[in-house]
């Protein structure tokens, strides 16, 4: 006789030894909250095919290659450039003389910089008159490397001795070739290093000077100190008169320059001494003095759309953020030199009732570059602009033709 415990265990039994006939073994959940004993059945061993073996071999090498350039590339991130000059300072324009400068222009200049560590010079390209100079122990000092400016002194070169025209496309390796004009907006360095290989460093450095480089821009300005102008290429290694063309590597070009080869070219041809007067005496008798004229009418035409192509979308088009009413052109420039970074823009506004030269001279780290003196330029003509100073009353002459040098000698 069976009690009820003992035939429980019985049924229990009987159950357990019965086939599992038509179960499915496609899942099962076990519910149990006892941990699962291991089973002793051996596992189902995977061979791959030898196709796939060698797609996965393929596979892990590139991972390792992928690993390794990245961490390459994490080691290269790690030795950036280091910069050991602020992009910012205070009180820069202390010390100024400023009575014989424009207010409106002064003003809208000292408002343009901010606390940017750098110059802004302004210069009335038909006389030479420097119209305002913010900072002007920097604007008067020994100068820095141009850095891409130096490609308008390479690409009057060119124009001159017949190189190319501003349609001209220059091979630059592979299929890639480029025009004056785009290698001027875009400021690219292998156009003007091919350019500079070509002209060779006799010429590049002729016409260089004959812009003013390597020489005083001003007319008896106290303080101005001179730039310089290697006699000689500087050496292969370090990439000679290509890098010369391309980054101005081994000149060293002062802000007033840099105006006074802007001015000629937005005069015509006629290369003025700077002059900065500091009385309202001297701006009532002031009168131009030529330092000679440059033979590039004929190809400042070829120049300037390359010019206006940096503005309207190249290098300087962040100008256009602050800026619109009037055709600007210029050319923009970074590089830097011994822990510190340069950031240029020389341009002009050519309007209807005359021209002014701005000149944008920046030094510091990492937020400084050409792009930022383009914006600088930009909100310098919004300024001027929003003060009147592009009307008809101003009285400038149109153009250089109009003005009565007095000499030509300083």
């Not at 892990?60 to 300072?89: D, G, I, P, Q, V």
Request: hydrophobic content about 40%; aromatic content about 8%.
């Amino acid at each position: 006789m069976f009690t009820g415990k003992s035939l429980i265990r019985l049924l229990l039994a009987l159950i357990i030894s019965l086939p599992l006939v038509g179960m499915s073994w496609a899942a099962h959940i076990n519910t149990s909250t006892h941990p699962q004993t291991k089973s002793k059945t051996p596992a189902r061993k995977i061979s791959e095919s030898q196709r796939t073996r060698r797609r996965l071999h393929h596979l892990a090498r590139s991972r390792s290659a992928t690993l390794t350039h990245a961490s390459a590339s994490m080691r290269r991130h790690r030795y950036y450039e280091r910069f050991h000059m602020s992009s910012f300072a205070e009180d820069i324009a202390s010390g100024d003389l400023t009575a014989g400068e424009d207010p409106v222009v002064r003003q809208a200049a000292i408002d343009a910089l901010g606390n940017m560590n750098g110059t802004v010079v302004a210069i009335e390209p038909t006389s030479g008159r420097v119209l305002a100079m913010v900072n002007q122990k920097l604007a008067l000092s020994s100068g820095a490397q141009p850095c891409s400016t130096i490609k308008l002194s390479v690409a009057l070169a060119a124009l001159s001795e017949g190189l190319v025209s501003k349609e001209t496309e220059v091979a630059l390796g592979g299929r890639s070739r480029m025009n004056l004009t785009t290698a001027l907006a875009h400021s690219n360095n292998a156009y003007f290093e091919a350019l500079g290989r070509k002209l060779g460093f006799e010429k590049v450095a002729y016409y260089a000077h004959e812009y003013g480089l390597g020489e005083l821009a001003g007319y008896d300005i106290p303080g101005e100190e001179l730039g310089s102008y290697p006699d000689e290429a500087i050496p292969e290694k370090l990439g000679g008169v290509g890098k010369m063309c391309s980054f101005g590597e081994g000149v060293s070009m002062t802000p007033l320059q840099l105006g006074a080869m802007v001015s000629a070219i937005a005069n015509g041809g006629t290369l003025y001494y700077l002059q900065h007067p500091t009385t309202p005496d001297e701006v009532a008798g002031f009168q131009p003095r030529v330092k000679r004229q440059l033979d590039i009418a004929p190809l400042i035409p070829e120049l300037s759309d390359g010019m206006a192509g940096a503005v309207q979308y190249g290098t300087a088009r962040s100008l256009r953020v602050n800026f619109n009413e009037e055709e600007i052109l210029g050319k923009t420039g970074t590089c830097s030199h011994d822990g510190t970074r340069f950031g240029w823009f020389a341009s002009y506004a050519n309007t209807s009732v005359g021209r002014v030269v701005v000149v944008v001279f920046l030094q510091g780290g990492r937020p400084t570059f050409g792009p930022k003196a383009a914006e600088i330029a930009g909100r310098m003509y919004r300024n001027m602009y929003d003060h009147n100073f592009f009307i008809a009353t101003h009285g400038w002459p149109a153009d250089a033709a109009a003005v009565k040098p007095v000499s030509t000698t300083p």
